[in-house]
């Protein structure tokens, strides 16, 4: 049996530079800037705010953060032990929802072989929610939890319950992905109760689940937030559009072949044989209509799929490979790990990235004012700064209490509707564009020079330029000059 443990050895090698490599670029969210901007100000008035402090446009009363406790951490982490503590925790997060994926497979008796060539699969489908520094890591881990957990149900234990209701209510502080979790709950619940088997206990547990959504800073106005985020339509954040129109060409290829190993199990184990297929098909509807919740798909289709597909003639066939024709499935994971080894050294997974240009590598990302903040930053401004959706936060994080700013990524957190929209049309330069700077009092504006709104506002009155780079410019009201740049 020693070629089956170097054989097992590679895989695990081979699957964890794969999973680093494809997690490790590292780009802070916009997110995570307010969520730590949040909880220097709860810490420095004793308790969460209720009220926004950090806009000079219309905000929500109470505005409700329900990433309130992600931001405390990353706060925490950040305070005392800089950089290091933020990615720390990420590839802690990272590492335990491999562990917890691993373990619920297993135990329902995956064979290490079969699940490293579907964890491949896997992580092609989620590395994107690991890219970036955010608090949607917290929701992936606690719903391998759950997945874990309800297994254990299924065998007849009710000790887990004890576990996670605690566990519940740190999630539902954290992040309020905890509504999936909720959702994927209820969705078990349905499945005992269709095949006549023991569910009481689940219903009860529902109930103490609902009441204990109150056990939060904001109290009985957390429900009120949930119901109507919730089903908020969300038209200019492209990943909450459905899959088909946002997603990466490779994500949709990978998705659809994760479906077609889902049918190819069913087909030999029959629907009723396959535990946990409710699960996963309803997290493929999820993953359909928003790309932002592919990766719970993710995380369920590893969970629960591998045991099923190795019963099946492929999955037997790719355990008998293993006996007798070792040296074939070492060559493949040898060269997963020629392949992704010196890929992690050029991503730096060792080192948290600000992009101030756009980089080919990293793909995709917020490209961040940071030559215009340190301008701000180095001649004293004070005021009101009008700022696109997607640097709100960032300014805020760098530069308040001096500075307030039209708008941030908290989107339905802190602002009413139309805000965002309203926003957008500045800075796409739309009809009646200039109405914004006379309806709030805004004293300079931060313009990418990427949009629209940036070939215009040199041609509007009363506004001067005072900086520009290749990312940013800023205007400053003329009559304001003097006494906004100190």
């Known amino acids: 049996m020693a070629h089956r443990r170097v054989l097992y050895g590679v895989i695990l090698a081979g699957l964890l530079s794969m999973f680093v490599y494809r997690i490790s670029s590292n780009v802070i969210d916009v997110d995570l800037w307010h969520e730590m901007a949040l909880a220097r100000e709860t810490l420095a008035q004793g308790h969460v705010p209720l009220d926004d402090h950090f806009a000079y446009t219309p905000t929500k009363h109470p505005v409700v953060h329900h ?6 951490v990353a706060y925490v982490l950040a305070v005392s032990a800089g950089d290091a503590g933020i990615l720390i925790a990420k590839y802690l997060l990272a590492l335990g929802l491999g562990v917890v994926c691993w373990l619920c497979a297993s135990r329902r008796g995956a064979d290490l072989l079969v699940f490293g060539f579907l964890a491949a699969v896997a992580v092609l489908l989620a590395d994107q929610g690991f890219s970036t520094i955010r608090a949607q890591m917290y929701s992936y881990l606690f719903t391998a939890c759950l997945l874990y957990w309800m297994d254990r149900d299924r065998e007849g234990q009710r000790w887990w319950l004890f576990a996670w209701l605690p566990v519940y209510v740190v999630w539902l502080n954290l992040h309020a992905g905890f509504l999936v979790g909720a959702g994927l709950f209820g969705v078990y619940w349905l499945e005992q109760v269709l095949r ?9 547990t529902g109930i103490a689940m609902v009441l204990l959504i109150a056990v939060n800073p904001y109290g009985l106005s957390y429900y009120d937030y949930l119901w109507h985020s919730a089903a908020m339509p969300r038209p200019l954040i492209d990943e909450w559009a459905p899959l088909w129109r946002t997603g990466q060409w490779y994500q949709m290829v990978v998705f659809g072949l994760s479906l077609a190993l889902v049918l190819y199990a069913v087909r030999y184990t029959g629907i009723r044989g396959f535990r946990g297929l409710a699960t996963i098909l309803v997290c493929a509807l999820l993953a359909v209509k928003s790309t932002r919740l592919l990766n719970f798909y993710a995380v369920a289709w590893i969970c629960y799929l591998p045991s099923s597909l190795q019963e099946t003639p492929w999955g037997q066939s790719l355990r008998w490979r293993s ?17 992704c080894l010196p890929s992690i050294c050029g991503t730096k997974p060792w080192k948290l990235s600000v992009p101030d240009r756009q980089v080919a590598k990293l793909g995709k990302h917020v490209i961040y004012p940071v030559g215009a903040v340190s301008y701000l930053s180095a001649t004293g401004f004070r005021g009101n700064l009008m700022v696109p959706f997607d640097w709100g936060a960032y300014v805020t994080w760098w530069l308040y209490p001096d500075v307030r700013v039209s708008i941030d990524s908290r989107y339905e957190v802190a602002y009413p509707p139309g805000s965002v929209e309203e926003n957008s049309a500045f800075y796409r330069a739309e009809e009646g564009w200039q109405r914004i700077l006379s309806i709030y009092p805004t004293d300079a504006v931060l313009v990418p020079t990427s949009l629209p709104v940036s070939r215009e506002m040199p041609f509007v009155p009363g506004w001067k330029r005072v900086y520009g780079d290749d990312v940013a410019e800023i205007y400053v009201r003329a009559c304001d000059l003097a006494g906004a740049l100190r």
């Open 67 to 72: 990433e309130w406790g992600a931001g405390m």
């Open 323 to 339: 006996d007798r024709q070792t040296r074939p499935l070492l060559a493949i994971w040898c060269l997963m790990l020629a392949v």
């Open 196 to 204: 006549r088997e023991q569910h009481v206990h689940l219903l009860l």
